[in-house]
């Protein structure tokens, strides 16, 4: 039997990175993803576990197996589609998945918005390096409706705590939510 209480994302944990309010930032170690794909099998794994309980329904729109792997070995039910043409199904999901760029990032975010249960995740994956790109991401995502949850910065080793290293950042995930406030104003 289905368990059709819903249940909000974990809280996350980590440093902050500066805005209203303050941002959790939080790095992963997990590997890059090969070329062509969105994420490793690591990274959707991560995903998969950090943001959704079972049974939860996850709208898959990433290029490769790797998520999918995950939904279906965490037993998530998932929706796996293009996402050129905005097809997903129109049940509510507690986690949307997408690499960057969408064709129309405000009919993406709009769409992501009536998609989710309130406190809902939509997880965006960019490759690392421009820094404009993450906040033209998060204006889309505010316009629609959208707050900014949490950065996550995932690299290919694990920092050591008070050690000068550099860290090989490969991707950037910012996780969007869905206000589950009583008025439907978004928190973020």
Known sequence: MTDNIRHPA??????MVSGDPPVPITVWPVPAP??????????GVRLVHNFTHPADLIVDL???PHLARAIIAARRRSHLQDPRPFGWGWQQASLIVSGWPADDPDEFFTRCCTSLFPGGCVAVLLPHGDVVLPVDVIFAAKAA?????????AADRTP???????????????????SASENGKNDG
């Open 10 to 15: 974990p809280v996350p944990v980590g440093d």
């Open 34 to 43: 090969t070329v062509g794909d969105t994420m490793s099998n690591a990274m």
């Open 62 to 64: 990433t290029a490769g």
């Open 145 to 153: 409706g959208l707050a900014y949850l949490q950065h996550i910065v």
């Open 160 to 178: 050591v705590r008070g050690q000068q290293i550099s860290l090989d950042i490969h991707t950037d995930v910012l996780i969007l939510t869905r």
